[in-house]
């Protein structure tokens, strides 16, 4: 045992505001008292405000906020399932229900709050559950195993919150409430009737203005719930969530002041009425308020930290109780003076029934300030309007703007983050304000996930997390973090503006274009961008003599290289289906230049491992039998996959694969920035995966929904939804005219899904494009795209066939010989390249 | 290089495309040959490197795409895109990698690759 001379710390209580405690001791003073910590619960710490996740398989272990190796880092001790029996504040000893004493120099209580249960007879039979702790939860799980009916006794945030685990858990659900509205506290009445409203649309009952007498046992479920109107509600489980009440009774038994209605009282540094005793969280009562959310008690939490560390230059002056939260998919939020109690305020209300969203701005008699909001059904501007009311900021001359839905052509409403100041809390939950954030983005936090991780800026309730990314972007902007998109040090222009530049300039060849507009030699970045605009414009062959220099070694050998210097052959296949006569020819391919095959993603198949002088002889076989080149090898369309569709499917309600052999062979051969992938669902089951494709359709009863700019890869990315419910005709226009602006607009190498990503005005300003032709050029779209259709050609058909293009397909210019360096091992059953370090060195010059 | 060097023919000039490469055997060596054209069309010159890419370890490197970078002559590499500069072999992105260069010349229409230098 070693003897310490530190001063002794012990800490009552570790939920989220205890070991937020101890967080903020470490930081402000790692090794200056001996710290022991009670915890009467069988785990250290977790997030209470995200526990109903539990139920939908969130597991404990994920809802720990304690570090695995906090413990161990910090030389603090945690005693799990001990807690506090008594406290002697005279002779500083404190009593741990093992029985144990151990004597403090600072106390600091954190021992929270307890789920209120009214005092009416029955209270205490069985399946009647409180909703606090991972314990309760898993009691309240085993109950609903044997209930079929759950009611929970309170509408507040709790009690929702509640409603909706027992929803989870496959109950027929009730909320029964005393008062005449759901969270009577946070919303109005307008709000409160279209929070019900959704509720029940969800399929939870709402009994308001209910006051439950007493249980007794039911006639069809475990019990019955009497009510003072003299109805009644059966019921199998009972779930009590009508408010907290402070865990005061140690302070209470060791004498420290306490409020008439419980609560340890507090003065501004969270000291009690002993000076060597603090108390923290919702057991703490500050100028007779409880604060029942985390961010107050965060607060408490930091204070506490500095003022026994000596520092009490900041005092807690009491907290914001805005909130923003989803009960059941419903978002509702409640910032300030919600109820307009302040005199003089005034209000403006927004109600859309139809749309079931509510919204009302609270503000000063004159107008310029927003004193509080109540939002229900969309939350989105929560972190804006949270910002004006909790820094004052002056607002505009309407400021129904702020709630009002943009209309079209508008301009974005709400703040600039530009506007506000450096102390501007950005996240209350952890008490981040701006200047911290932009702190750490100076520190090189600039990724969301770094930032996050740094400040811990809207780990907690995430209600900021949009407002911590327009931070971010915004600072980012201030400090140049803007990147010229020139092509190269060749042209100072952008790929779309090269492609203004070709088009308009009638230019037909790289050598035109670097004259014209360009300087030096060019490299293997413009040369293919402008080989690819050069075909998406004119489409002439890529195989002309005048293009061959700037085509990469794909486009010159129309096949992909590989890593030992073969190339893989891909036919196509449209939408994915062949008939087995075809399969045979590819097989028998395989088979004869020991080909390694592989089926792709995109449905196909792939044959590997074809030496350059192969690939004429191996796709004269291919085409005889009917084959196309696929265009792997290039930046342009790939496959259109498709599941099998209403031919075939049960459940499919169009032809899907007849769609994407349509489409397939509609954009066969286009180039573009990029590679573009696209498929086709028979039914909204999306077998297809066509909401990660660059341009996806689904089938539905009526036509085709139209999505866009999805993808997979490295930087997955869902589809966005341009249109719905297209005809044949009309899916191919659109897709037609999306394309094209595409290909017309995007950077080099840019996927449609970072283009529409960045492109101002997002999807929205793509439906106007596309579907609403706000910009009045569709119809020349369509003709470019039509345009690149009829003038396809086959490129391997082509190659094939003409003696000068054949030339090129051998390896030395001076020999018919085959590279040496190039060879293979067997790996299950084909072949696979050889390790360098297994090969001959033919070939290398020594 | 000198005069009595041995000079291999290994093809016309015009069987090379304009900036573009081809691989040539010569003797138990691949030679990536190259033909510098000028945008205005004028020969600027056939430069001579390995054919073995040593990034990637494979007999690729006539197959780049040519150009220049900050006035350096370079050839790209088609498998990890590094550059080589012509007239040196050296890699621009990686110091430790270097191709050798070969001695070329076009006499009368004719190419003729020479001793590694």
Not at chain 1, 361 to 369: E, N
Not at chain 1, 455 to 466: F, S
Not at chain 1, 499 to 521: C, P, Q, T, V, W
Request: one cysteine or more; glycine letters at 10%.
């Amino acid at each position: 045992m070693t003897v310490s001379s530190r001063p002794k710390l012990v800490l009552v209580g570790h939920g989220m505001v205890g070991q937020k405690f101890l967080e903020q001791l470490h930081a402000q003073s790692p090794d200056a008292f001996e710290v022991t910590v009670l915890c009467e619960e069988p785990r250290p710490a977790y997030d209470r405000v995200h526990l109903s996740s539990y139920f939908t398989g969130t597991t404990a272990e994920q809802l720990s906020l304690t570090p695995t190796d906090f413990f161990a880092g910090t030389g603090y001790t945690l005693n799990l399932g001990e807690g506090a029996a008594t406290i002697d504040c005279a002779a500083k000893t404190i009593t741990t229900t093992q029985g144990r004493t151990l004597s403090y120099d600072a106390l600091v209580l954190a021992t929270g709050s307890y789920p209120f249960v009214p005092p009416l007879p029955g209270k205490d039979r069985q399946h009647c559950l409180v909703y606090r702790t991972i314990e309760d939860l898993e009691a309240i799980a085993a109950s609903a195993k044997q209930s079929k009916i759950g009611t929970v006794v309170g509408g507040g945030l709790l009690g929702l919150e509640a409603a909706k685990a027992l929803k989870d858990l496959g109950l027929t659900t009730h909320v029964v409430e005393f008062a005449p509205r759901l969270m009577a506290v946070q919303i109005d009445d307008l709000g409160g009737r279209l929070l019900r409203r959704k509720i029940e649309q969800l399929g939870v009952t709402v009994h308001t203005q209910k006051n439950t007498k007493e249980i007794i046992d039911g006639e069809t479920a475990h019990h019955r719930m009497v009510f003072a109107d003299g109805g009644h509600l059966e019921t199998d489980l009972i779930l009590f969530s009508a408010g907290i009440r402070p865990r005061d009774e140690l302070a209470r038994a060791s004498g420290l002041a306490m409020g008439e209605r419980g609560g340890i009282c507090i003065d501004n540094h969270c000291r009690t009425s002993d000076a060597s005793v603090y108390a923290i969280g919702e057991c703490a009562l500050w100028e007779k308020k409880i604060y029942g959310l985390v961010a107050p008690g965060y607060q408490m939490a930091e204070i506490a930290a500095k003022a026994i560390a000596g520092d009490t230059a900041t005092p807690f002056l009491g907290a914001d109780m805005s909130t923003k939260l989803k009960l059941m998919g419903v978002d509702v939020a409640s910032i300030g003076d919600a109820h307009a109690a302040t005199p003089g305020a005034l209000t403006y209300v927004y109600s859309d029934e139809v749309a079931g969203i509510y919204k009302k701005l609270v503000v000063s008699a004159d107008s310029k300030t927003l004193l509080g909001a109540v939002l229900v059904g969309e939350a989105e501007d929560y972190g804006n309007l949270l910002q004006f009311a909790l820094n004052a900021i002056p607002l505009a001359a309407n400021p129904e703007d702020l709630i009002l839905p943009t209309r079209e052509g508008g301009a974005k409403k709400g703040l600039g983050v530009d506007l506000l100041p450096a102390s501007a809390t950005i996240c209350s939950c952890n008490n981040v304000s701006k200047g911290a954030l932009c702190s750490a983005i100076d520190a090189g936090n600039t990724s969301i996930g770094a930032l996050k991780k740094c400040t811990k800026a809207g780990t907690t309730c995430g209600g900021c997390a949009p407002l911590v990314k327009q931070v971010l972007d915004a600072e980012l902007k201030a400090r140049g973090v803007t990147v010229n998109n020139f092509l190269c040090e060749h042209f100072a222009h952008s790929r779309q503006g090269m492609f203004h530049l070709i088009k308009m300039g009638s230019i037909k060849s790289f050598d035109e274009a670097l004259i014209k507009h360009g300087s030096g030699r060019g490299c293997d970045i413009c040369k293919p961008a402008v080989a690819s605009i050069l075909a998406s414009v004119w489409n002439e062959h890529i195989l002309m003599p005048k293009h061959q220099s700037i085509q990469d070694t794909n486009d010159y050998y129309l096949a992909n290289l590989q890593k030992d210097g073969t190339y893989s052959v891909v036919p196509r296949i449209p939408g994915g289906e062949i008939t087995p006569e075809k399969l045979i020819v590819i097989g028998e391919v395989g088979k004869k230049y020991g080909l390694y095959t592989k089926i792709t993603g995109g449905q196909r198949i792939d044959l590997f491992g074809a030496r350059v002088e192969q690939l004429p002889l191996i796709w004269k076989e291919l085409v005889d039998a009917g084959f196309e080149s696929g265009h792997a090898y290039g930046k342009s369309m790939r496959t259109v996959k498709s599941c099998v569709g209403s031919n075939w499917c049960r459940f499919g309600v169009q032809d899907s694969v007849g769609m994407a052999i349509k489409i397939e062979e509609r954009y066969r051969g286009l180039r573009s920035p990029h590679k573009i992938k696209l498929a086709v669902s028979g039914c909204t089951r999306e077998c297809a995966e066509a909401q990660s494709k660059d341009v996806g359709v689904i089938a539905t009863e009526k036509g085709w929904n139209l999505y866009v700019s999805g993808n997979g890869g490295m930087k997955p990315r869902h589809a966005s939804l341009l249109a719905t419910d297209l005809d044949d005709a009309t899916l191919v226009k659109f897709i037609d005219r999306y394309l094209m602006f595409y290909i017309r607009t995007a950077d080099r190498l840019q996927r449609t899904s970072t283009w529409l990503d960045n492109l101002e005005g997002g999807i929205d300003y793509v439906k106007k494009v596309v579907c609403e032709d706000s910009l009045g050029i569709a119809a020349e779209l369509e003709a470019e795209m039509q345009g690149l259709v009829d003038t396809y050609e086959c490129e391997w058909k082509k190659a094939i066939n003409d003696e000068e293009t054949l030339k090129r397909f051998k390896h030395f210019v001076n020999s018919a010989e085959a590279d040496a360096n190039i060879q293979f091992v067997n790996e299950r059953g084909q072949i696979k390249p050889r390790n360098a370090l297994e090969k001959s060195t033919v070939g290398e010059p020594a | 290089m000198t005069e009595n060097a041995q000079w291999t023919h290994v093809c016309a000039l015009t069987d090379i495309l304009p900036n573009t490469g081809v691989c040539a055997k010569v003797g138990q060596a691949q030679v990536a040959v190259f033909r510098i054209v000028s945008p205005q069309g004028a020969e600027e010159g056939v430069f001579a490197l390995g054919n073995f890419e040593p990034k990637s370890q494979a007999n690729v490197l006539s197959r780049g795409l040519v150009g220049d970078l900050g006035g350096v002559s370079v050839v790209a590499s088609p498998v990890y895109k590094n550059h080589y500069a012509l007239t040196t072999g050296a890699c621009l992105e990686e110091e430790t990698l270097r191709v050798p260069v070969f001695a070329v010349r076009v006499v009368e229409g004719a190419v003729l690759v020479g001793a590694q230098q």
